[in-house]
């Protein structure tokens, strides 16, 4: 369970915030967590159904998850790398129930929530909508080529997906003029630059494996005068 490119899950008792007694655990091992008793499946004997418990019940539900996240994510499927293995992870565990499964030793992230997972991974009823180039504001309004700024001016960066909220979109940049990666400066609130004249900024909105294009703004930094 430790092995890279494995999605780690434990059991918990179907309709309980409770872990199953059976289920495998440990703090930075699990994560996630999804019922494991009670469940309706197909059973060897007399080749019939019946309700099974098991861990072996709850992996396959978060392994049907995992596919559906991708059946919806052609920009995951289209990588095929180990980067979408972690973000197939990463949207299970940020779409997953955390009231009640606080837990971490237990319960990892928290509970699946495959309609929550599935929304994270296609925004706005599951399409493909367009993941907008950030906007580079001053002052709340979208700067303008070679706009003359103070050193003193709060530069903010924007960027949308359909109904998803602002917050869950990361956005890189730099202000050399280079390209913008994801190991680039990670957008976390306003930001202001030296007084060095012509500054050249650039970013890229990222959301769980799908890129946007990259926006470029020209500013020419000025000292602040009283």
Do not use: H, R, W
Not at 14 to 31: H, K, L, M, P, R
Not at 41 to 66: C, E, I, M, W
Not at 105 to 117: D, R, S
Not at 124 to 151: C, F, M, Y
């Amino acid at each position: 369970a430790c092995f890279e490119n494995v999605i780690t899950v434990s059991a918990t008792n179907t309709g309980a915030t409770t872990i199953a007694n059976f289920s495998n655990y440990g703090n930075g091992i699990i994560d996630i967590a999804a019922p494991g008793t009670s469940i309706f499946s197909s059973y060897l004997k007399g080749y019939n159904y019946a309700q099974v418990d098991g861990t072996s019940q709850a992996t396959p539900q978060v392994a049907a998850a995992a596919a559906y996240i991708l059946s919806v994510s052609p920009d995951l499927v289209k990588n095929k790398t180990k980067a979408t293995v972690d973000t197939v992870t990463q949207i299970l565990k940020d779409s997953a129930t955390k009231s009640g499964y606080s837990n971490t030793t237990n319960f990892g992230a928290g509970l699946l929530n495959v309609e929550a997972a599935v929304k994270m991974a296609a925004p706005s009823a599951t399409n493909n909508t367009e993941l907008k180039a950030p906007t580079v504001s001053v002052g709340g309004a979208a700067v303008t080529k070679n706009q003359v700024i103070q050193n003193t001016d709060q530069i903010s960066l924007s960027s949308t997906l359909g109904d998803v909220a602002n917050g869950n979109i990361k956005i890189y940049y730099t202000t050399n003029g280079n390209t913008p990666t994801e190991n680039s400066t990670l957008y976390t609130g306003a930001f202001t630059l030296p007084a060095s004249g012509k500054k050249t900024i650039k970013a890229v909105a990222v959301y769980y494996g799908k890129k946007s294009k990259v926006t470029t703004a020209t500013v020419n930094v000025n000292a602040y005068v009283t």
